[in-house]
């Protein structure tokens, strides 16, 4: 048995990651700039996105099936038996069922397709579990139920973003939450729900106390229990970093990642956006 591992570029998983991994494949997502179509991570960067946001029009779009296919026909072609593929939540993008439609046609491989219901180090975090499984040679079958429990029992990722502008013009959540928590300066704490969308975990009244509440939010969950924690972040790495220190102490943390948010993601939450997403370790 020979596995690979197909995801997409939501995943936010690191080039060092990536190149490390020879039976991990990324398909990125597409950003659109007027018109103008870029392969996410690979053809535009997070600050290219962020200089254009305001005065171009910017959106985000499938991945190339193109870049699907040719992936699986070069899988097949080194002998691989065995496919996971691992996509973003079906509830935010429309590429997990894109993705799905390709996989129907394809021969001569035994699938395990996995709706995450979630994103960014969220999904990276899966994808990094179903490699350690495969490392372990977990059987096939085992797989999955491990990776639903990794998803929905053993981690949880949750944002900030200083203005809902963005996530508002992209259609991610209500107007009209949008711009009530524009004008009282509510920032919402949001997560994604068992069902892949965006919810409000929480609300407070301004950025530094959403961001205690943040941390308050990851004591209650893990208390003394070890943790892997990425902190996303756009164009605010000092922040981040600041961040960072003041968590520390508070949590039993094996391993502490700053990690830039993609471009396909920061599309929708602009750049001020603070995420810390956490993982149980066992």
Do not use: W
Request: charged share 25%; glycine share 8%; proline share 2%.
């Amino acid at each position: 048995m020979k596995i690979a591992v197909i995801t997409d570029s939501a995943a936010n998983l690191s080039e060092a990651y990536i190149k490390k991994h020879k039976n991990l494949f990324v398909i990125p997502l597409m950003i659109v700039v007027d018109g103008k179509e870029f392969r996410d991570q690979l053809e535009i960067s997070a600050s290219d996105v962020y200089k254009k946001l305001d005065d171009h029009e910017v959106k985000t779009s499938l991945p190339a099936l193109v870049d699907l296919n040719e992936t699986l026909t070069n899988i097949k072609k080194e002998g691989y038996t065995h496919l996971i593929v691992i996509n973003i939540s079906s509830g935010l993008s429309g590429t997990y069922n894109s993705f799905r439609l390709a996989l129907e046609e394809v021969k001569g491989l035994e699938v395990l397709h996995f709706d995450t219901k979630t994103l960014g180090g969220g999904e990276g975090f899966i994808v990094e579990y179903a490699m350690e499984l495969i490392e372990k040679n977990t059987d096939f079958d085992k797989i999955l139920p491990l990776l639903r429990e990794l998803r929905f029992k053993d981690s949880m990722a949750f944002y900030t973003i200083n203005t809902l502008k963005y996530l508002r013009e992209g259609g991610r959540i209500g107007k009209v939450e949008g711009t009530i928590g524009d004008l009282l300066h509510i920032k919402p704490v949001i997560t994604v729900n068992d069902e892949g969308v965006y919810v409000t975990l929480s609300k407070a009244f301004g950025l530094k106390r959403s961001l205690l509440r943040m941390k308050t939010i990851l004591v209650d969950e893990y208390g003394d229990d070890e943790i892997d924690l990425i902190i996303h972040y756009g164009n605010n790495e000092d922040q981040a970093l600041e961040l960072s220190e003041k968590l520390k102490p508070a949590l039993n943390i094996r391993n502490l990642s700053l990690v830039r948010l993609t471009p396909v993601l920061g599309v929708h939450t602009g750049p001020e956006i603070i995420a810390y997403v956490a993982r149980r370790i066992k």
